[in-house]
Every structure is written in C-alpha cells, then in structure tokens.
C-alpha cells in the first residue's frame, strides 16, 4: 500500500512542475523512471527512517481514501506532510534532470574525458 | 587490484595490515603502508566506478557515489541534510577539491586546550608541503575568465564594493575543464580525488582492494585484534567473509568509525559527540547571465570572517541542485529558477557551530545520528544569510530566495531583517558535509578515544587515521587536515 501511495503523491509533485508538464510527451517512461527513482531512494534509507516512513505514508493512503485526492490532502495541513513532500521532492528533482536536459552547458564528455 | 561484488572467491582472507576505508584518511594510509612493502588489504563498503564511468546526470551519479543518495537526516530540530561519499575513494571524489591547511588558531587550540604534542602548524607543514606535491594543489586567479567562473566573479565584485577581504582556493586539480561536476565524480579526472591519486599509488604498491565489501564486526580479544567479519554480495545473496590481519587501520569516517567500534565493543566514548560544518545556501537571480554551471565549485572564498570560521563561497550549479535548493519555496519559484537558469547562482556559508550530534549504535547495522540545536548558531546563521544576500544585491541580484521554509523572495536588505527577523530554527535549510571528531584524539582516555599516535586506546594494534580523530571541526573542508594528521599517525607509527 505504502508503494502505491508514494507513487500517487510522486506522480502529483512531478506534474507541478511546470516544465515537466511541457516536455513530458517527449520521453517515454520518464513518470515510471522518476517514481521508482524515489521508491528506491526511500528503500535504501536504513530502517528506523523508512519503516516510519512507510507507516506514515500508509496513513496517509487511508486519510486520502477519505479525502478522495492528494490535491485535498496537502489543503488539509497534516502533520510532517511538509518533511515528506520535501524529501520526495528531492528527489524528484534530483532524478528529473537526468532526462529532462535544461543546462544551456554544453559539456561534451568524449572530447574532455582523458 | 581491485576486486568488486561477483570477484570473491575466498571465504576468508589474510594481510599484515587491513584498512578500512578508502577516504582522505584510508587511502593515504594505505598507500603509505603498501610502499613501506606491508602486504595490505583496503576494504571498501562503496562499488569503485572509474573516472571513464562518470556522467553529468546528478542522480544517477549520486545514487552510485552517495550514503542513502545524499538523503540521510542528522535527526533534530531542523533535519539537516547530511551527504556522504560511499565508493572507492570515499568523499574526496564528490567534495569541492578545495583544499586548506588546518588554522593556526585550530592547532593552538588542540594544543593547549586538548594537550596534543607535535600536531601544531610547524610540526604538520612537511605533511602539509608533501599532501600539496601529492595531489598538485595551487591556488590560480579566475579574474582573467571570461565564460566560465563568473558567478565567483559577481562573489569577488560583491566583496570587493562591502570591501571584504577574499582569497582564491587552493585546488587539488590538473587541468579543470570547469564541467562543474566535482560533487558528482570529475568526468575528466582533473579533480585529484584519491581515486586517482593516493589509491593508485597503493594498488602499484601491491595494496589489494576489496570494494562492495562491508565490515560487520571487529573480532578481539585481550586488547588484540585479530580479525574482521563483512559481508559482501554474490549474485543475490549476501555472504561473510573473514579477513585476518596483524594490524588494524580504521577510516571509515566520522560517523561509521565510531559506529563499528561500538558494535564491536572497543570503545565506550566513541560517538558520544560529533562535530560537524552547517552549510546554509542563498540562491539570487542575477541582472545579468553568469552561466554558473559554467565553472567550479568554489575557487573563490570571503575570508573576512575567518574570526568566526565562517567562509562565504560560490556552490556546485546544476539544474538539479538548484531546483532542490529551492524545494521549500514552492513550484512557481523553480519554473522561474528554470527559466532564467542562466542567471541564477548560489552562495554557501561553511560555519563552525556549537550544535553537537551523537551516535546511536545499539539497534540496528546502521547508525542513527541525532543532535541539539545550540541557540547561539541561529545568530550565526541569520549573520551569514544576512552578509551573503549583502554580496549578492552589491553584484546585482534582482531577487533572492532564502533558505527559510515558505519564505517570499526579497528583492531588498529591508525585505530581508523583515524576514529573518523572527525566524526559528525549524524554518532554516541546513546541510553538512563535514563530519569529525567523533573519536577524538588526547592525552587522557577518560575524554579521548585515540592517544596522540592514534591507536585506539586500550589496544595493542589498532590505529585510526580519518576525520572522526580529530579533536575539533575547523571551520574549513577537512581533507587535508585528516592526510596531514595521518601522515603524522603513520610517521610515529613507522618510527615506532
């Protein structure tokens, strides 16, 4: 349940970002690759950061059951939701320009690489 | 040789010397022990990736290099972002390549306050003159640039107007192509991270290095250490290997250090206290395009507040660093950090603080690190937000964002006491890079863990050589630091 939930909220950080949403038919799989970008990230967190984690994200999907969508859920001013939508967010943007190139530096590696 | 997950034949394995950790202070270590013709063995939790499997792409990059992808909290009120190297040559392959000699006032400290002898500024300068030689360290002007460093130049014309006092950095690097890509493995090997320099010398010397590999556990007994249990994965498995020795290294870092001498029950008094660097960031949208990612990391510093060990640099720019700077300020603030992308450059401050962290080691294989936040740093924080949107407006900034939770740009220094004025310490963005002192050196095992010659107290054959014995932070990037202090452990060593 915990995987799911961090997708949704995943999914829903990414299509806030304006110039995700003006690229993102360009490339193939690039919500796929950025969702299991941050699961993974979450993953490898040792224990007593991801297993709170996980708890919380669960209770999270069960308030969202009630609240129906994650746009209702940031209006509700839980607790911590900042702390993981920070990290989440984080990641995202750390992942997000891997495929989405924006830098106007054009570094050509096979030239410079020794 | 190097031998990498898939490569383990043996179960168990044996040296004269095993170190642990491939950072500043193993590989150093290593590299001394393999030419003084010891068989040694250098063990290494991280994967070895080499220069030609380096990219521009942050995150994959960072997933590969990083402790937890560089996501791992200091526990506390704020969570600090703590980024650690975890490969083959530990943080010296994704720190800035800036590289300083210890204070004279840090040195003079350790000696009259922690009563070390034979560690003050005219007994570490041969170790400081040889670590320069090593890894071809200068200091070079940027101010003849034209393309590339100008937010470092926009830092230098910001100063210059407030008429602070700044100085180039010495840089371990050989030929920069300025890709900006220090804290992501140098794609072009310029940068002279141990990876290429300290690591290769210890492999030509006969060093063997066993990469993907973790240590459990130190087995011991009657104040000798014998051997090491670490788990290494073969094919989908996890399997332990034993690796014997006659003497034991230990440089896993301020934070593992401690951690495996606790889970090994060899020290009661490491990782009571860890010292570490905050680092608070201020981003501006500049008048005019600087290009930042166009550079290096900082090969400019203000050292007007070297009073207060404070100093002001230039940060890594890459879309994703800045972005994620800016997670706190909302999505309309990073479409328009994209769009004038160009323009935008970051400042840090690296500060000495009060605040403290402990290591909790009794649950669990990982460390949890948590630490108090000492009301004296929040003046020190607000000072230095405060003087770098200073430098900033002086070079031009339109609008600059703070590192406070939801707060709104400034495009003013009265917009800014409005703003910092009644900040908590839970609204502030704190990251660390340097974590020391956590096994500190000194003349008394009541308040130490290594005596002067770094060999752990209470042990006949075991020496720490990484940043966790140093008695203090410095203010400063510690990395020469630790290789002149080991250089120092090993001299004593040798001569012993």
């Not at chain 2, 000492?374 to 000072?383: G, Q």
């Amino acid at each position: 349940m915990w995987l799911s939930t961090i997708n949704i909220i995943t999914s829903y950080n990414l299509n806030e970002i304006k110039i995700y949403k003006e690229k993102k038919s360009n490339y193939l799989d690039i919500e796929s690759d950025i969702c299991a970008f941050v699961v993974e990230g979450i993953n490898n967190l040792p224990a007593f950061y991801s297993l709170p984690l996980k708890l919380y994200v669960i209770l999270l999907r069960l308030l969202m059951l009630r609240a129906r969508n994650v746009s209702k859920l940031y209006k509700l001013k839980i607790p911590f939701l900042h702390i993981l939508t920070k990290l989440i967010k984080s990641l995202i943007l750390l992942r997000l320009f891997d495929v989405l190139p924006i830098s106007n530096t054009k570094i050509n590696l096979n030239l410079i690489q020794k | 040789m190097i031998l990498k997950t898939g490569d383990y034949s043996d179960s168990k394995y044996h040296c004269n010397y095993l170190v642990i950790g491939t950072g500043a202070g193993g590989s150093v270590a290593g590299a001394l022990l393999a030419e003084k013709g010891f068989d040694v063995i250098m063990i290494e939790e991280g994967s070895y990736y080499p220069t030609s499997s380096f990219t521009n792409k942050v995150g994959d990059m960072t997933a590969k290099l990083y402790r937890n992808r560089g996501i791992s909290p200091l526990i506390g009120k704020p969570l600090i972002a703590l980024a650690e190297g975890q490969c083959v040559g530990g943080g010296t392959v994704i720190n800035g390549e800036g590289l300083f000699r210890t204070p004279k006032k840090i040195l003079n400290e350790w000696t009259n306050e922690h009563g070390l002898k034979g560690y003050s500024y005219s007994d570490l300068e041969q170790h400081f003159n040889i670590i320069e030689k090593d890894l071809n360290v200068s200091a070079k002007s940027i101010l003849k640039e034209k393309t590339s460093n100008l937010d470092s130049q926009k830092l230098i014309q910001g100063a210059n107007k407030l008429k602070w006092r700044t100085e180039f950095v010495p840089r371990a690097e050989k030929d920069c192509n300025y890709t900006n890509s220090c804290s992501i493995g140098c794609p072009t090997g310029a940068k002279q991270s141990t990876l290429v320099t300290y690591i290769p010398r210890a492999i030509e010397a006969g060093a063997k290095i066993f990469s993907d590999c973790r240590v459990l556990k130190i087995n011991h007994s009657n104040g000798n250490a014998y051997s090491v249990t670490a788990e290494i994965i073969q094919g989908n498995k996890k399997q332990n290997i034993e690796v014997d020795f006659d003497y034991l290294v230990i440089a896993g870092g301020a934070i593992q250090t401690p951690h495996l001498l606790s889970k090994s029950k060899m020290s009661k008094n490491a990782g009571k206290k860890l010292e570490f660097h905050m680092n608070v960031k201020v981003i501006a949208r500049l008048d005019s395009a600087v290009n930042a990612e166009n550079g290096t990391m900082f090969p400019v510093q203000i050292h007007e507040f070297e009073n207060e060990d404070c100093y002001i640099n230039t940060s890594a720019m890459k879309p994703s660093y800045l972005t994620m700077s800016l997670a706190n300020h909302g999505n309309e603030i990073i479409d328009k950090a994209i769009k004038y992308y160009n323009k935008m450059a970051i400042l840090n401050t690296t500060m000495r603080v009060e605040s403290k962290a402990h290591i909790f080691s009794k649950i669990g294989k990982n460390p949890l690190v948590w630490y108090k936040f000492e009301p004296r740093d929040l003046l020190r924080i607000k000072a230095n937000i405060k003087r770098m949107c200073q430098v900033f407006f002086e070079a031009g900034a339109l609008e600059i964002y703070l590192p406070l939770k939801n707060s709104l740009p400034i495009s003013s220094l009265d917009d800014l006491d409005f703003a910092i004025d009644k900040i908590k310490p839970n609204q502030i963005d704190i990251s660390t890079v340097h974590m020391m002192a956590s096994c500190p050196m000194g003349a008394d095992p009541k308040n130490s863990v290594v005596d002067l010659n770094g060999k752990l107290w209470g042990m006949d054959n075991v020496l720490l050589t990484d940043a966790s014995i140093l008695p203090t932070s410095i203010g400063q990037s510690p990395q020469e630091t630790i290789m002149a202090i080991v250089h120092e452990v090993m001299k004593r060593h040798f001569d012993s």
